[in-house]
């Protein structure tokens, strides 16, 4: 067994820019940081033959980055037709409203702040532009407007944060909650056993070739982080900071602002199902 065979959801090797699917083909921004890995994975999809395409978290706001991402479909035969948003952080969504201009498509989002048009996006709706077929998946809990995209003909599934090539996200407290992100993980499982869904094409990181292992990975990381925060509060560790820096010390402290907001969101879970007083 290679290494990367033995880390959560089987990380595909290789360089992260290019075709991932039959119908999907990333364009790395060049955002690299602690909290966005390589940077973010802004998606083209598309049906094969057809001159239309979809693109997903057009990223930062990055003239180059935008124009190489419309010079990318261009190459392949085809024109950018829509833009849609996995959520609303300024990695993924920033530079929707210059890529609109850029393309004259319209941005198409569950917050009504980030649509550019009078389409919005909800769980259940049905994207068939250029013929493909994208179905949108409602996952609320990293932020409440987080969305994922079931791509079934290639039988995978764009997540943007809600799960990550690499690591484990954050519950972006007070907008992220912990219950329904522990939801939208289950929902997200339930693709992996009743819909086929088999490949994860992430936010940020790499592609997953093991989608049901990465999801499994997450609700279990997620269940033992609640058991030692809850440790960590019976053992009189009350302010989230406190609790941070004891769970999460073996992390990167540049991250610990990060990881407070999702100890927040568990501190929160934890009192409103009776685990731990309440303030």
């Known amino acids: 067994m290679t290494e990367a065979a033995a880390l959560p959801g089987q990380p595909r090797g290789g360089v992260l820019s290019g075709p991932a699917t039959t119908r999907a083909v990333n364009v790395l921004a060049p955002n690299a940081s602690a909290m966005t890995l390589d940077g973010t994975n802004t998606w083209i999809v598309s049906e094969p033959g057809s001159g239309l395409a979809i693109v997903i ?9 935008l124009q190489h991402v419309i010079a990318t479909a261009e ?5 950018v037709a829509l833009t849609l948003l996995t959520h609303g952080h300024p990695d993924h969504a920033e530079g929707a409203a210059r890529f609109a201009e850029l ?5 198409r989002a569950l917050d009504p702040a980030l649509r550019l048009g009078d389409e919005g996006l909800g769980a259940g709706d049905v994207i068939t532009t250029g013929g493909i077929e994208l179905r949108v998946v409602g996952t609320p809990g990293h932020t409440a407007d987080s969305l994922c995209f079931h791509l079934p003909a290639d039988q995978a599934v764009l997540t943007g944060d809600t799960v990550l090539g690499r690591g484990t996200t954050l519950v972006a407290h007070p907008d992220g909650r912990l219950g329904d992100y522990l939801d939208s993980l289950r929902h997200l499982r339930s693709l992996t056993v009743d819909d086929g869904v088999h490949t994860v094409l992430p936010g940020h990181g790499p592609v997953l070739e093991d989608a049901q292992g990465a999801v499994e990975f997450y609700l279990a990381h997620r269940a033992n982080r609640l058991a030692q925060i809850e440790t960590a509060v019976e053992n009189g560790y009350a302010a989230p900071s406190d609790v941070v820096a004891h769970v999460y010390a073996d992390v990167d402290r540049s991250l610990w602002p990060a990881a407070e907001l999702s100890v927040r969101a568990q501190l929160d879970y934890l009192r409103e199902h009776g685990l731990i007083p309440g303030l």
């Not at 978290?57 to 980055?65: I, K, Q, S, T």
């Not at 393309?103 to 941005?107: L, M, Q, S």
């Open 103 to 107: 393309t004259g498509t319209k941005v």
């Open 57 to 65: 978290d057009p990223g930062p706001l990055d003239d180059a980055h």
């Open 75 to 79: 190459k392949a035969g085809q024109r």
